[in-house]
């Protein structure tokens, strides 16, 4: 079955960085676009970026646009979430997802999503 392992999360100043790891297994993973969502406490789970199966068009919420950058490398079934100039409003469990054959963008529900994972949690103090 498919498994979507994240790590890299933890505790972290205001301004500092981060890169989130999510290591896919039970699929082929390039055909999947895969996508990064997080849920802050008390509040629902939304969309931060995602990347298409070849990587060639990669899409980002307007809060994370130009701090966060989503990469893949089908070669080693990963996917990459480098996330810079950190800002408490950024403290959440963050999901790494996957969907076969249609695109993750802003609009997708995480009713669409084929596999989630277990989430790793990034926490930015001020």
């Known amino acids: 079955q498919v498994q979507l392992v994240e790590s890299g999360g933890g505790l972290v100043q205001a301004g500092g960085s981060l890169r989130l790891s999510c290591a896919a297994s039970?699929?082929?993973?390039?055909?999947?676009?895969m996508g990064w969502f997080r849920q802050a406490p008390g509040k629902e789970r939304e969309f931060v970026a995602a990347?298409?199966?070849?990587?060639?068009?990669?899409y980002y919420a307007d809060s994370v646009k130009g701090r966060f950058t989503i990469s893949r490398d089908n070669a080693k079934n990963m996917v990459y979430l480098q996330m810079n100039s950190l800002k408490p409003e950024d403290t959440a469990v963050y999901y790494c997802a996957a969907r076969r054959f249609d695109p993750i963008t802003v609009a997708t529900t995480t009713r669409a999503l084929d596999a989630w994972g277990q989430g790793t949690l990034v926490t930015v103090s001020s």
């Open positions: 039970g699929l082929t993973f390039s055909s999947y676009a």
């Open positions: 990347i298409s199966w070849s990587g060639s068009s990669t």
